[in-house]
């Protein structure tokens, strides 16, 4: 039978593996994410991008998963205030700081227990509030983050209905919904995107 101590290095070897974050440096590092800049997913980020500029003419930005940066290119310089983007994925966040600026910058944080500074304009989920633990709370926990007139921004696959039902649900029970909008692109994907406030 193997030593308890080489069992435990081995389980905790195995859950490293298996664990998300792993998995999602692997993919960054192997290229599996480039095609978030392809034209296929141009729609998506331009209707963030373009929600965020009808509201605000120079935002402060939070991006929770933020990856390698891709919305913050979207954007012109002058049309934010301050950017932070936030990535479990080291890999994600070391590429993407090949964009970093006096405004914009990025780091490594934890969705599921983020603790971040100061108050921001927009607070944007762009395809990772599903990977996140408790959807609910999460967004709860960043009230105090949103400015005065503050907005949220949210974006899903329009893939594995009945989850992503629930997280839609679950929003709708604490946020008050601005828009809702719906974006396909010819390969058959499609995604919603949820704008909301804080409830008065």
Same mark, same amino acid.
């Given at each position: ?69 891709? !919305?913050?290119?979207?954007? *012109? /310089? ?7 983007? @936030? &990535? ?53 926990? !960043?009230?105090?983050?949103? *400015? /005065? ?7 899903? @696959? &329009? ?42």
């Amino acid at each position: 039978m193997p030593h308890p101590s080489l069992m435990a290095q081995f389980i905790s070897f195995v859950k490293r593996k298996t664990s998300q974050k792993y998995r999602f440096n692997q993919q960054y590092t192997a290229g599996k994410w480039d095609g978030l800049s392809d034209i296929r997913e141009l729609a998506r980020y331009s209707v963030i991008a373009g929600v965020t500029k009808h509201f605000f003419s120079s935002a402060r930005i939070l991006d929770l998963g933020c990856g390698e940066g891709v !919305l913050l290119q979207k954007f *012109a /310089p002058t049309d934010y205030a301050a950017y932070l983007g @936030v &990535d479990f994925s080291e890999v994600a966040i070391q590429n993407a700081q090949t964009l970093k600026s006096e405004k914009a910058s990025f780091v490594v944080g934890n969705l599921d227990s983020l603790q971040v500074n100061g108050t921001y304009d927009v607070i944007i989920y762009n395809e990772s509030l599903y990977y996140v633990r408790n959807p609910k709370d999460a967004v709860q926990a !960043l009230f105090k983050n949103l *400015a /005065p007139g503050g907005i949220f921004i949210i974006s899903m @696959v &329009d893939k594995h209905g009945k989850e992503r039902e629930s997280v839609w649900t679950e929003l709708n029970g604490i946020l008050e919904m601005i828009e809702k909008i719906k974006v396909s692109n010819a390969a058959g994907d499609s995604w919603t995107v949820q704008v909301y406030k804080k409830p008065r």
